[in-house]
């Protein structure tokens, strides 16, 4: 394949990927669909807008990948949250390096539209594609991929977790969490949890967890404090890490659990010093420890 192909696309991969991301909510699928739109472009000859024709490609391929997942989803226990991958909480730099990175709770959001809305509202507020251009990949009108949009739009501001918070202040936060939960300071509790925080946990069916949303600080404060307190018996099996997730503070919680290996990740959105929002990750399958 001509050289020139190779480095045409490679100005675009990073673009691609955050784009394939956003729409998919797993990285590994997001370059999966980035590599598939390289091998389909690498066989098409003269292609005036490179920048256009991969970002049609990639959504559609991602689009594909959504409506598949959709019917999957619905046979699946519990809760759905996307793939945690887990990052030492250590570089500074390593931020920087994923420039593509998005919070975990607008993640969760995205899971709530449907795979037309998600990709309309992606392509059009997030990265500005003309909806010309968003009704070519949905094979649909440009009004047609303006209302999709506008319901997504609709839709994840109505069900979205607030988070404002940068990293250090989510560590703070999550750290007071965590020691009130265990120690059943409930007044604390009630410190940091925001009067409309949501703990969304999945299990997949595979671990143990909470089959529906957990809404209110009471319920959130007692479950966590019920969870650290009764389920982890002997904390002395498992050992707490401090990790990232999307550049999001979280702490990654193995060791053994009843003489079985255990595994879970847990991340917060934080808005005006409070938790919104607690998602953790118990389904082994949706986490990727990297280099951990």
């Known amino acids: 394949m001509p050289s020139t192909a190779v480095s045409e696309f490679e100005v675009h991969r990073s673009y691609l990927t955050a784009v394939a991301f ?45 409506n598949s997942a959709r019917v999957r989803r619905t046979a699946y226990p519990g809760e759905w949250l996307p793939v945690f991958a887990v ?51 949905l094979d649909t009108t440009p009004a047609s991929a303006r209302q999709h949009a506008s319901r997504g739009r609709r839709a994840a501001a109505e069900g979205g977790i607030r988070h404002t918070a940068g990293t250090a202040e989510q560590r703070r936060v999550l750290t007071a969490f965590l020691v009130a939960a265990e120690s059943g300071d409930f ?20 671990v143990r967890s909470a089959l529906r949303p957990i809404l209110g600080p009471e319920k959130v404060g007692r479950f966590f404090h019920g969870l650290f307190t009764h389920r982890l018996v002997d904390m002395t099996q498992i050992t707490v890490e401090p990790v990232l997730v999307e550049g999001g503070a979280a702490v990654l919680l193995r060791g053994q659990l009843d003489g079985a290996p255990f595994r879970s990740v847990l991340t917060v959105a934080v808005d005006g ?3 919104t929002g607690i998602f953790t990750q118990q389904n082994p ?4 420890l990297g280099d951990l």
């Open 22 to 66: 956003r729409i998919l909510g797993n990285r590994a699928e997001a370059e999966d669909a980035v590599q598939e739109a390289w091998l389909r472009f690498a066989q098409q000859p003269d292609i005036r807008d490179p920048r256009g024709w991969l970002t049609t490609v990639t959504s559609r391929i991602c689009l594909d990948q959504l």
């Open 87 to 137: 990052d030492p909480d250590a570089d500074p730099a390593l931020l920087a390096e994923r420039a593509d990175q998005v919070s975990m709770a607008l993640l969760v959001v995205l899971e709530r539209l449907t795979p037309e809305q998600r990709v309309a509202f992606v392509l059009h507020d997030a990265f500005g594609v003309p909806f010309e251009e968003v009704a070519a990949v």
């Open 285 to 288: 399958e949706k986490v990727l």
């Open 273 to 275: 010093g409070r938790i």
């Open 187 to 206: 007044r604390t509790l009630a410190a940091v949890l925001a009067p409309d925080v949501v703990a969304i946990s999945d299990g997949g069916g595979v």
